[in-house]
């Protein structure tokens, strides 16, 4: 009977659906404190209100499987206001606002937010002899994302996408799948739905263009949630509410970063830590690449310990890295190769994962014979935290889990609590819960910073920072990578970056390397990297070269109030540092598939130059406000499209009118940060009557710093009258946190005649006024309040 169902030509035209499985019967309803159970001819739906904007559906068959926990949800139920009507024909369930309505004859469940549907199941769960299948009726215009690290276009409706982390080694602009997949689809008309299921299996965003939504996967948990959302701001806050909120990582880690693949040896390290000091170029990181442990690429992998030719003195090597401000960070790999120094402990200790028969799994793949670490197995996971521990304690700072997909996983490969392809999509996810767990009980006082490329759904709350994988060095390399971060910023996942420069090939364009630079000023994380054929590292460049990378990585660094705060809003609501233009304008339909221009943060406009030798470019500038150019300061008005030309110092961005930007003047590592004297920049424009924004303080290194009340807050705030301009700023201050006196230096831009006066809390102070710009030094006390007098 199921292949009948699952055969069967169910045809919809928008969302008007007349049923679902045909054969599924309605019995019964049953009303418990924030959730329904229905029972059906063949099995029972439970339908939960996880919170006011959160629904959870379930199927069990009467068949009943054994129950599996999710690997993606937090979200802890609580007892919510819940509406229940049991009609004749119909049943309605949920909160004020938003409504699963079950239509009893024919079957079918439906989800309405504030009266509008968003979405309804087509014929419900269905199994065949291979697939578990959910399909859902969806409207004919709205645009479909998500899905995991795509290079596809931002609007993925009409493919049909597998879930199954794998890497794509020199993609460029067209890449179906890759080392980051995940069950999230979310709409254009403000909802998500996550399948809460990591086992292998295929998305389709309507690929047959008949209106549908469809999830399939091997096996599993017959689970889902849809979020609804009156924002794009709700949303992110919903679903990371669902899957867990991403912890601010490490100060350092908003620096710039030393890398490639690979420093051979400790001199060669230090040569270039010392290179970067010489130049004045700011560093804060350097990675290292496998050869910490081998020197040659294949057969070493899994040793684990540094060569001791080559890094004759690993530890005083960090610690002298550690003493200039330099962090270190370490690749490592979850295989064992059998020619390893840990291959015969691994074996011993039963840490490997497993063939039916019990033996350790050994296969063969690029860097030799090896076996795979069960991080699913107490043994696997204590054994892998020990590496970790053993090396943070002489003073490593941070760890880069490599080949985490796994890059590869035999089919038939056992794991403690499943087979490959069952728990394939979350081995990285576990990865990093390994490390986060470890660090919490060892280092709790400590941010890890844990790179990654390879993860799962909720993966943002292990503090998992993930990058783009292998990308081509090439113009259309760097061409996917806004879609992708945008893309993964949507779904939880806002530190995505891409290895600066390329990775793959030895393709050497100096423009390439700095447009890509200019643009990693505003992705989250700034690391340049490539293949040893060709210097990652701006300190190898040319003259020209070399000095157009040393201003963008200053800019960076000039930046780090305003990023570093954007760190916090992600933490605290899990709004991504790149957002889609279509955030900002959600009814406009020509944005949903923009990703050439995107926000940085609520204030910076950024479109990235990603063709070579071009001399203008058209962006579009959206309508709530006006814009002015971060160099020249050049206003464009709001809801406009101009061709603006281009200059090879930078690329262009543009301040919204009205906001106000913190920065500080160029540092050379974190660890001279400070905001004892800072910059506040206003970009005034007479149309925006208020503003706000805000800067966010902390040590920069103690876990959970806000919740245990290490921290301060500037709250800026201005208010534009006829007569005066009043900026107000209020500091919150934690329980635990000691603030310090700072000096905060006024710059007001696009400021048409010169003020008549300035006063600071009720003190006439001095000030410039040079060339449209006022500049004021001002002494800040708990609460400031500046009034500019025209």
Request: charged fraction near 25%; hydrophobic fraction near 35%; include cysteine.
């Amino acid at each position: 009977m199921m292949k009948q169902l699952f055969l069967f030509l169910f045809l919809c035209f928008g969302l008007q659906v007349q049923g679902q499985n045909s054969q599924r019967e309605f019995i019964e309803v049953k009303k418990y404190d924030s959730y329904i159970e229905i029972s059906v001819s063949d099995g029972v739906y439970k339908i939960q209100a996880l919170s006011d904007l959160i629904f959870e559906t379930t199927f069990t068959p009467l068949k009943k499987q054994k129950s599996i926990p999710s690997h993606a949800v937090v979200l802890q139920p609580t007892i919510l206001k819940t509406q229940f009507e049991n009609h004749e024909n119909q049943v309605v369930f949920g909160t004020k606002d938003y409504q699963a309505i079950i239509n009893k004859a024919p079957f079918q469940i439906r989800y309405q937010y504030l009266n509008r549907t968003l979405l309804s199941e087509n014929l419900g769960f269905v199994d065949n002899d291979t697939l578990q299948i959910i399909d859902f009726s969806i409207d004919s215009k709205e645009a479909l994302y998500g899905t995991g690290a795509r290079a596809l276009g931002m609007n993925r409706r009409g493919n049909r996408l597998e879930l199954y982390n794998k890497a794509h080694y020199g993609y460029e602009t067209q890449s179906e799948l890759m080392n980051f997949t995940m069950p999230i689809v979310l709409s254009s008309k403000r909802y998500l739905v996550h399948f809460d299921n990591p086992q292998t299996g295929w998305i389709d965003l309507d690929s047959h263009q008949n209106n549908s939504l469809r999830y399939e996967s091997i096996g599993g948990r017959k689970t889902y949630q849809v979020i609804a959302g009156v924002s794009w701001r709700s949303l992110m806050n919903s679903y990371t509410n669902l899957t867990g909120k991403q912890p601010i990582p490490p100060r350092w880690s908003f620096g710039n970063f030393a890398s490639r693949f690979g420093y051979h040896s400790e001199s060669e390290a230090r040569a270039v830590v010392a290179k970067f000091k010489e130049d004045e170029i700011p560093l804060d990181a350097i990675i290292f690449d496998l050869y910490w442990f081998g020197k040659d690429i294949q057969g070493t992998m899994g040793n684990f310990e540094f060569l001791k030719d080559s890094f004759p003195e690993p530890k005083k090597m960090i610690t002298d890295f550690n003493a200039k401000g330099v962090k270190t960070v370490l690749i490592t790999e979850p295989f064992i190769l059998k020619t390893s120094k840990k291959w015969e402990e691994a074996v011993a200790k039963d840490i490997l994962g497993k063939k039916k028969n019990g033996t350790p799994y050994v296969y063969d793949f690029y860097f030799g014979t090896t076996g795979l670490i069960d991080i699913f197995k107490e043994e696997g996971k204590n054994w892998f935290w020990d590496v970790y521990k053993r090396y943070a304690d002489i003073g490593v700072a941070g760890w880069w889990g490599d080949l985490g997909e796994p890059e590869v996983h035999p089919e038939d490969l056992i794991h403690a609590n499943g087979t490959a392809n069952e728990v394939h999509n979350v081995y990285g996810h576990y990865w990093a819960k390994l490390i986060a767990e470890g660090y919490k009980t060892a280092y709790p006082e400590t941010r890890p910073f844990v790179l990654m490329r390879a993860g799962y759904s909720g993966s943002q709350r292990f503090g998992m920072i993930p990058w783009s994988g292998d990308v081509n060095r090439t113009w259309g390399g760097l061409q996917s990578q806004m879609e992708i971060s945008l893309q993964m910023g949507m779904q939880g996942m806002a530190y995505m970056h891409s290895d600066l420069g390329g990775f793959a090939g030895n393709y050497e364009d100096d423009e390439l390397y700095t447009r890509w630079l200019q643009y990693g000023v505003f992705q989250p994380v700034f690391r340049p990297h490539a293949q040893e054929e060709l210097a990652s590292e701006p300190i190898f460049k040319n003259d020209f070269t070399k000095s157009l990378a040393k201003k963008a990585i200053e800019l960076r660094y000039q930046l780090l109030p305003y990023n570093y705060t954007l760190a916090f809003e992600n933490n605290q609501s899990g709004m991504p540092f790149m957002r889609p233009l279509f955030f900002e304008e959600p009814e406009n339909e020509n944005l949903l598939n923009v990703a050439s221009t995107y926000l940085w943060g609520n204030d910076l406009l950024v479109h990235p130059v990603v063709e070579k030798s071009k001399k203008k470019s058209v962006v579009y500038f959206p309508k709530r406000n006006n814009w002015f150019d971060f160099y020249s300061g050049r206003k464009y008005k709001g809801g406009t499209t101009e061709m603006v030309d281009l200059q090879i110092e930078n690329i262009p961005v543009f301040v919204r009118g009205g906001a106000l930007i913190p920065m500080i003047k160029t540092i050379q590592n974190t660890e001279q940060y400070s905001i004892a004297n800072f910059d506040l920049h206003y970009y005034f424009d007479k149309s925006v009557l208020s503003s706000k924004s805000q800067l966010y303080q902390d040590d920069g290194k103690t876990a959970e710093a806000f919740e245990k009340g290490l921290y301060e807050l500037l709250d800026f705030e201005t208010v534009v009258k006829k007569k005066s301009i009043i900026l107000t700023i209020d500091t919150v201050v934690g329980s635990e946190y000691t603030s310090q006196d700072k000096k905060m230096n006024l710059v007001v831009h696009n400021f048409s005649e010169k003020p008549e006066k300035i006063i600071s809390n009720g003190k006439k102070i001095k000030f410039e006024y040079t060339n449209n710009t006022i500049v004021v030094e001002v002494a800040l006390e708990l609460n400031n309040k500046i009034k500019i007098c025209l």
